[in-house]
């Protein structure tokens, strides 16, 4: 078990869950997790909009202390919504201890967007994950104490539980369990704003929720028969009856079934303005990468989009589309995408894959890493197996490291080795940003029909279509027309017809 010490400065969380020290002592609050950047290194001045959305999620606010409810709460099920003190708990075998470290990072930040407090963290060495309590009972109980001496009331798992070992798990520590895909539904149910995002995380949650319903004392029974049955009434009552918990299942099931009609309904409207933007020939970049890794700010440095951006795991959720023009006037989408992150919940990956539609079918696809952080291969694997799960293994790929003002030259050519054909920027001072949008817009593909045309000047309507949807590879004005060499649209091309030149 990896101990930790307890610094009274209180100014990083990961720091202080992952030192290593000798004994244990008094046990404080943490400062903002590694994953999360500092607030004065994520600010993008006037790149970002007005961010109305940001106000909006700031305007409740859950403040610690002002509880007077009583610490000895067994029904953990029950108790009020309060901001949570959590300790981390993690197991990983021999070898992978920095990749473990990592992890428990992530889910630092994750516990820290979600609005609790991290308090402590543990690492457990050992080959594979007890099946009964995850970390085994001597472990289990050790962390027990812990809990106790810090005055936590919750326990995350850097792991998705089996029902059975958060049950075993929780009553030995006498403390509410959780687990990693939990709290990334909880951010996710936060963050949905769009009636879509809302139907899809609420699928999310009840696919989880499904295989862990419990009951607890008459909500496990049955309608059981003779004296015992209704209540002590008697013949007429008899049969085994339905319980609670199967009432419950049911209502779920009919509940799912309900949720992915509406997105199947939403597809249809999305599906049209999809086709709308082919039908015009008009070439899609997609930005994909990790959460928190910048790509809503390089939308709003691209496009002046005015995206929310905040500093938080998962911030955006719903698709943004917005305009952008080439520096040879033709006009394209930038499209920013719901952010990944390792062991991304299937169900999530399931349900927003109406959302992931819009990576599947984009021409280009950015793919955003964050320079700064501690791991950025394990960030470009983790992106690109989702990338593959949804269809768009093949799309044409250009990968930014963002937060390129955080990194010293040392840095950037080892990240030069992970992608050599990548570029560095930096959303919040416009370093390399030119030279991104000029590689772009070399990447955007070509229509699809060479033409060779002389159009009149009182068909300037033509010429215009050709700028804005088409590609020019020269123009003149001669005596007859415009003379026009580009490359259109099938649409455009038969329109064209009657002025092409032999």
């Known amino acids: 078990m990896t101990e930790t010490s307890h610094d009274a400065d209180g100014t990083d ?49 859950r403040v610690p202390g002002l509880s007077t409810e009583l610490e000895d709460v067994t029904e953990v099920e029950y108790r009020q919504l309060r901001l949570e003190n959590v300790v981390l708990v993690g197991v990983h075998p021999q070898g992978a201890t920095e990749d473990a470290e990592n992890s428990l990072r992530e889910l630092a930040a994750l516990a820290e967007t979600a609005g609790a ?3 402590d963290g543990v690492l457990q060495r050992r080959p594979h994950p007890d099946p009964a309590t995850y970390v085994g009972r001597g472990k289990a109980e050790e962390l027990k104490g812990i809990v106790a001496a810090v005055g ?6 850097d792991t998705e539980l089996a029902p059975s070992q958060r049950r075993a798990l929780e009553d030995v520590v006498k403390v509410k369990v959780i687990d990693r895909t939990t709290v990334i539904l909880d951010i996710f149910s936060q963050h949905a704003k769009s009636r879509e995002g809302k139907a899809q995380v609420e699928l999310a949650q009840l696919e989880y929720l499904l295989p862990r319903l419990r009951g607890w004392g008459d909500s496990m029974s049955r309608q059981a028969g003779g004296q015992v049955g209704a209540g002590g009434a008697g013949m007429g009552s ?24 509406q997105i199947r309904d939403f597809a249809p ?12 020939t008009i070439p899609s970049v997609a930005i994909a990468g990790y959460t928190n890794a910048g790509k809503s700010s390089l939308l709003n440095r691209l496009t002046s989009a005015g995206v929310l951006v905040e500093n938080a795991l998962f911030a955006t959720l719903d698709a943004t589309v917005r305009r952008a023009e080439a520096a040879d006037g033709r006009v394209y989408t930038l499209t920013d995408t719901v952010g990944f992150v390792r062991n991304l919940p299937h169900q999530l990956v399931e349900a927003f894959r109406s959302t992931l539609e819009e990576v599947a079918d984009a021409d280009i696809l950015l793919h955003v890493v964050d320079a700064s952080h501690p791991d950025p291969a394990a960030q470009l694997a983790t992106v690109r197996d989702v990338i593959g799960e949804v269809g768009a293994r093949d799309t044409t790929e250009i990968v930014v490291f963002n937060k390129a003002d955080l990194v010293d030259a040392d840095t950037r050519l080892v990240l030069r080795g992970l992608a050599p054909n990548s570029y560095f920027v930096s959303s919040r001072t416009g370093e390399g940003i030119e030279e991104l949008r000029a590689a772009v817009e070399a990447a955007l593909p070509l229509p699809a029909v060479e033409v060779h045309a002389l159009v ?4 300037g309507d033509l010429v215009s279509a050709a ?20 490359y259109v649209s099938e ?8 002025f092409l030149l032999a």
Do not use: C
């Open 456 to 459: 009149p000047y009182d068909r």
């Open 13 to 61: 969380a990961v720091d202080r869950v992952l030192a290593h020290a000798e004994s244990r002592t008094t046990a404080l609050s943490f400062g903002a997790a590694q994953a999360l950047q500092d607030a004065a290194t994520t600010t993008g001045g006037d790149t970002d909009g007005e961010q109305w959305d940001r106000e909006e999620r700031a305007a409740l606010r």
């Open 117 to 119: 407090v991290v308090l």
């Open 238 to 261: 008899r049969g085994p009856g339905e319980t609670k918990i199967e009432l419950d299942r049911r209502r779920i099931r009919t509940r799912m079934a309900m949720l992915r009609r």
């Open 491 to 498: 649409r455009l091309a038969a329109e064209l017809a009657p």
């Open 152 to 157: 936590a009331d919750t326990v995350i798992a």
């Open 467 to 486: 700028h804005e949807s088409g590609h020019i590879v020269s123009q003149a004005h001669e005596e007859g027309g415009t003379a026009l060499h580009a």
């Open 269 to 280: 409207a999305r599906d049209a303005k999809r086709a709308e933007r082919k039908r015009n």
